[in-house]
Every structure is written in structure tokens, then in C-alpha cells.
């Protein structure tokens, strides 16, 4: 059973830094990043496969968010830099065991409970 928990969030002023992290047990060979805002969808921000043999970063981060897996701990990084408040949301980190592809293809059967991301002005 795969368990994942993420870690890292907080409070940080626009143009700021943030690294989250993603402790997770199991076999995760697909890992993502989503986030979600009150009263949105939640939406898919990164993926990765194999500890980097192919990444994806949705437009609206691109730049500005990299994500990143360490294969021997199966930890699952997101740096974010110039942090927009738009950026505020809820992060999950989420995986599946098997190959990454688009959003509407795949499906994520793990999930962690959230860390909370707050930009202000």
C-alpha cells in the first residue's frame, strides 16, 4: 500500500521561495503535483516518471515551478520560485504505479492529505 506525505508549505510574500516535499512508501513510478484554491477544481501542476526520464509542467508555472525525484528515499520534490498569489492553494502529491501521460489519460490512485501554500501580495 502506497502512503505519501507532503511537507513544506507555508506563508511567504509574492516573488518568494518554497520547496515542498513528498515522503512517500510503496511502488511509485508516477508522481505528480496538484493543487487546489477554495472554490476550484483541483488541477495537476507537475508530474515526473522515472526520478526525471520525463517531466511535464503545466504553462502556467512554467519558469517558475521544477519538480524533481529523489529515487533512493522515493521523495518527491516542487521548487517554487516567484510565487504568485494566484499560486495560493492546497498542494497534494499523488502517484501511481505505472507510466505518466496526459492529465485527461491517466489516473492517480494515491494521494497525501495537503500542504497548505499562501502568497500574499
Known amino acids: 500500500q502506497v502512503q505519501l506525505q507532503e511537507s513544506g508549505g507555508g506563508s511567504v510574500q509574492s516573488g518568494g521561495s518554497l520547496k515542498l516535499s513528498c515522503a512517500a512508501s510503496?511502488?511509485?513510478?508516477?508522481m505528480a503535483w496538484f493543487r487546489q484554491a477554495p472554490g476550484k477544481e483541483r488541477e495537476g501542476v507537475a508530474r515526473i516518471y522515472g526520478g526525471g526520464v520525463t517531466t511535464y509542467t503545466v504553462d502556467s508555472v512554467q519558469g517558475r515551478f521544477n519538480i524533481s525525484q529523489d529515487i533512493t528515499t522515493n521523495t518527491l520534490y516542487l521548487q517554487m520560485d516567484s510565487l504568485k498569489p494566484e499560486d495560493t492553494a492546497i498542494y497534494y502529491c499523488?502517484?501511481?504505479?505505472?507510466?505518466?501521460?496526459?492529465?485527461?489519460?491517466?489516473?492517480?490512485?494515491?494521494w497525501g492529505q495537503g500542504t497548505q501554500v499562501t502568497v500574499s501580495s
Open positions: 510503496g511502488d511509485t513510478r508516477c
Open positions: 499523488a502517484a501511481r504505479y505505472g507510466l505518466c501521460g496526459a492529465w485527461s489519460l491517466i489516473t492517480f490512485d494515491y
